[in-house]
């Protein structure tokens, strides 16, 4: 079983702070990484795929990471905002597959 | 834009009633999920589809059972629901590589 594992469990910063997740995964028959945000009573919502090592991501205030060869990715917010408060999840699949197993997410509650 | 419905959006239904959970999407993705996830816990695969007349078990072992008869439609079905069956369930989508389209979810109260 593919074991994706995401720290730390729960975060909360100030307003301005910046802040940045990890997420493990079997580095091993990697095919994909995702990343997700996860907003309460809402369903997930994609942020980044990220398929070759040294991948870099970004999106507005968000960018991501991607070493494959010792299986990790970091996710960073930049001046967060209290918009940013979700949970972050990250998904990993081997080569072959399109199996996307999840991590147990990173809670980011920003206070304002 | 991704569209992916569930229905219900909550559902409480009595021990040993069978129940259907439905999922349909209309991008046409060929490949469909489910994921089942308890209170504060991640999301766990229970089964998949990688097109029309293909599926297989997750990781989580589950009771419940599932079809793909069409490339749009889902669903899964619980013979026996049981108060363990209590969760909430979240079906999703994808193409080749593209991320995961999900659902609203479907929150099942067994009682």
Redesign the interface.
Known sequence: ??NVEQSPQSLHVQEGDSTNFTCSFPSSNF??L?W?RWETA?????LF?M?LNGDEKKKGRISATLNTKEGYSYLYIKGSQPEDSATY?C?SSTSGT????????TRLKVLA | EADIYQTPRYLVIGTGKKITLECSQTMGHDKMYWYQQDPGMELHLIHYSYGVNSTEKGDLSSESTVSRIRTEHFPLTLESARPSHTSQYLCASSEGASPLHFGNGTRLTVT
């Open positions: 079983i593919l095919y994909a995702h997700y809402k369903s997930p919502e994609a795929v398929t999840l998904a399109y199996k996307y197993i999840f991590g147990t997410g």
